[in-house]
DNA sequence: ATAGCAGTTGGAGTTAACTCCAAGTCAAGC
DNA sequence: GCTTGACTTGGAGTTAACTCCAACTGCTAT
């Protein structure tokens, strides 16, 4: 698969893909004879996954140095199963946190409901 | 209040105070005859909602429109609830994918977890 | 009245994560 | 063999959201 299918399929751009590539977010690439990327379906997986934990909000960083971990071998498997285990933790705390700010806009929705059917009361803000 | 006594209360910089306010993310804050802020209960609820708002992922352009709404009158009561409830959607549609996310999570690790049960095999990535 | 500290401003600097660009290469079709 | 279009690279530019800085002002305590 060439760069441009990858990126129209994973709907990410061909600049960010070389750009995660670059920053370690992918493991080995592999490369036509005149030296242009070639991914496998295993590639995209690994696209996919990358994709995923961004919009999750985990950083190029930690991706990186879970990539990196990888890199290193079997040895490094509880390090990577911790890794995951502290992005899990942080990720359930933002998404409580996000269940906290629903209510608290669900609430304030209301109230805006109720003024504009009290004749346009304002409210405090 | 003082910007540090609000600083500290509401575990946002100074900094990030003035910027807010030049921003306009808060509602014409008060000065002492010397021009120094002077912050009463209200604007501290208000600093708290912005932060809220903002570590639930609402842009600092989105908080100014709902303040610079807010400033034009209560003409604009719809248009702030309709601002709010577009908001609330994008953000119901981020706890819904992260919730997903979170269950991919734990089941990679609970992956990692056999695979280091059974003698350290190595995983795809 | 002077030292010292908290506050003020405008504007510059920083960081993360892209995003764009120029100059060059390569494979395919005419 | 030449054009065309997709690919390559290193590096510069962009954006959002802060964060820092220098120069200045103005209370407060000695």
Redesign the pocket.
């Known amino acids: 698969m060439?760069?441009?299918?990858v990126?129209k399929r994973c709907n990410?751009?061909?600049?960010?893909?070389?750009?995660?590539?670059?920053?370690g977010l992918l493991l080995d690439?592999n490369?036509?004879?005149?030296?242009?990327?070639?991914y496998t379906e295993q590639d995209c997986t690994q696209i996919e996954f990358v994709k995923c934990m961004?919009s999750a909000?985990?950083?190029?960083?930690?991706l990186r140095k879970y990539f990196e971990l990888f890199k290193r071998g079997k040895h490094t498997l509880k390090a990577r199963r911790d890794l995951l285990a502290t992005e899990r933790k942080a990720l359930q705390e933002r998404f409580l946190e996000l269940q906290g700010t629903l209510k608290r806009l669900d609430y304030k929705i209301s109230v805006y409901d109720q003024a504009i059917a009290s004749k346009n009361k304002e409210l405090k803000f």
Request: proline residues 3%.
């Open positions: 060439t760069i441009s299918e990126s990410i751009s061909p600049d960010t893909l070389r750009y995660y590539e670059k920053a690439v490369r036509t004879a005149g030296g242009i990327r070639d961004r909000g985990l950083s190029i960083e930690v």
